[in-house]
T-cell receptor, first 111, second 114 residues
Framework: DVKVTQSSRYLVKRTGEKVFLECVQD?????MFWYRQDPGLGLRLIYF???????EKGDIPEGYSVSREKKERFSLILESASTNQTSMYLC??????????FGSGTRLTVV | DQQVKQNSPSLSVQEGRISILNCDYT??????FLWYKKYPAEGPTFLIS?????DKNEDGRFTVFLNKSAKHLSLHIVPSQPGDSAVYFC?????????????FGRGTQLTVWP
């Protein structure tokens, strides 16, 4: 089975800090995704990547950037963390023609 | 505008009875549909899927029904168990998308009580 690993389960950061969320998948998948989950809003796509150094904006990219220097690693960057970025962040890798495998998530709190 | 809609944010069912979770979509280019289950503090896990060429897919206690003319699908869980208590997300794949993006609904919180 594909494994998607997010480096931190819980993070607490201060407003204005630059925050890095890391995601690694152990298969040679081209497509990787970053979502955030908020109560009542479901899963919202922030960014996705379809190859090394290639990225596409999702539905809510403002305040975020991404980096994909190697195929297995996809990083989400909060340039200057704000309290409205407190959320559960989920990374996914494209497992099959259609389905994703998700990581366990990172619960980020910005204070 | 949401292309995949789950209009019931929550559902409460007694153990042993049937749970029916509903999902509506607007995009006629969707060709594959999936259900994911999510427990708190964990990532979503794949549950069951259905191709648009079928109208039913069954896996143990879980059955998904697809009504293309109504652009509606439903997930049936029979019998429901307390361990089924989770958030369920409906997702759809756009065959016009070359990048494999799925579109998700907002989720339905299922609570199964003893």
């Amino acid at each position: 089975d594909v494994k998607v690993t997010q480096s931190s389960r819980y993070l607490v950061k201060r407003t204005g800090e630059k925050v890095f969320l890391e995601c690694v998948q152990d298969m040679d998948h081209e497509n990787m995704f970053w979502y955030r989950q908020d109560p009542g809003l479901g899963l919202r796509l922030i960014y996705f990547s379809y190859d090394v150094k290639m990225k596409e904006k999702g539905d809510i990219p403002e305040g975020y950037s991404v980096s994909r220097e190697k195929k297995e690693r996809f990083s989400l960057i909060l340039e200057s963390a704000s309290t409205n970025q407190t959320s559960m962040y989920l990374c996914a890798s494209r497992q099959s023609t259609y389905g994703y495998t998700f990581g366990s998530g990172t619960r980020l709190t910005v204070v | 505008d949401q292309q995949v809609k789950q209009n019931s944010p929550s559902l409460s069912v007694q153990e042993g009875r049937i749970s029916i979770l509903n999902c509506d979509y607007t995009n006629s280019m969707f060709d594959y549909f999936l259900w994911y289950k999510k427990y708190p503090a964990e990532g979503p896990t794949f549950l069951i899927s259905i191709s648009s060429i079928k109208d039913k897919n069954e896996d143990g206690r879980f059955t998904v029904f697809l009504n293309k003319s109504a652009k509606h699908l439903s997930l049936h869980i029979v019998p429901s168990q307390p361990g089924d208590s989770a958030v369920y997300f409906c997702a759809a794949h756009d065959r016009g998308s070359t990048l494999g993006r799925l579109y998700f609904g907002r989720g339905t919180q299922l609570t199964v009580w003893p």
